[in-house]
């Protein structure tokens, strides 16, 4: 039975992701709950320890190499595969905010999207030192799972539950039911009429763009704004 590590910010899917893989797969996901741990799913591995918005997570360990970043998981089992998944900055930084205010996270003195670049940025970074680190868009999972799954089966060599791809799932922890209307909401980015133009361009402004094009996504405009 392989052994899987996933990982992501708040807000971008983990549970769903996780859900996916364990109807599917015959698989082990390793993480642990330990929110200052390596092995959970959230935790910041970033270097700047200023951008972590919840006191539970706070950690002071660093890591120049992803062998370094392994070794510190502590666990007598190896790791066949490690999952990255994301959401595009837009829909994510609307989803992490309300979160954030629902937790009662303490007010940041910096945007969140900083948190965003660091975090996938890192991960970025060890992809080019470690072939079993792949990456996965949340839209991508809601247009088409089963090509997902079948590229992680096939990148992985997982053992498949059955024949068939259970690519469905009503509702998922922390998340309400899914719907055709929520689905629309990311495919369509219907999310972007949620910002005021000026805040977009503030947002704009702070997207690492080589992030952004490693992670599969570009800058957005308000369709509805109307330049002078």
């Known amino acids: 039975m392989k052994n899987i590590l996933h990982y992501g910010l708040q807000r971008s899917g983990t549970n769903f992701l996780e859900t996916l893989m364990l109807k599917n797969f015959d698989i082990n996901?390793?993480?642990?709950?330990?929110?200052?741990?390596?092995?959970?799913k959230h935790f910041r591995l970033y270097d700047n320890k200023n951008l972590i918005p919840e006191p539970k997570y706070k950690n002071n360990m660093k890591f120049k190499h992803f062998s370094d970043y392994e070794k510190s998981f502590n666990i007598n089992t190896p790791v066949h595969g490690i999952l990255i998944l994301s959401k595009d900055p837009y829909s994510w930084l609307i989803s992490y905010k309300k979160w954030a205010k629902k937790c009662k996270w303490p007010e940041p003195d910096y945007n969140y999207i900083e948190e965003y670049n660091q975090f996938y940025g890192k991960w970025a970074e060890f992809?080019?030192?470690?072939?079993?680190?792949?990456?996965?868009?949340?839209?991508?999972l809601l247009d088409n799972a089963d090509l997902i799954l079948d590229k992680t089966e096939t990148e992985f060599n997982l053992k498949a539950k059955q024949n068939k791809r259970i690519e469905k799932v009503k509702k998922v922890k922390r998340s309400k039911f899914f719907t055709k209307s929520k689905k629309n909401y990311y495919k369509n980015s219907e999310y972007l009429s949620e910002y005021k133009q000026k805040d977009l361009e503030d947002l704009n402004s702070k997207l690492n763009i080589n992030l952004l094009n490693f992670l599969g996504y570009e800058i957005k405009e308000n369709p509805n704004y109307k330049k002078q």
Do not use: E, T
Not at 29 to 40: D, K, T
């Open 29 to 40: 996901i390793v993480n642990g709950s330990n929110r200052a741990h390596p092995l959970h």
């Open 127 to 140: 992809s080019k030192q470690d072939n079993r680190i792949m990456f996965i868009r949340y839209i991508d």
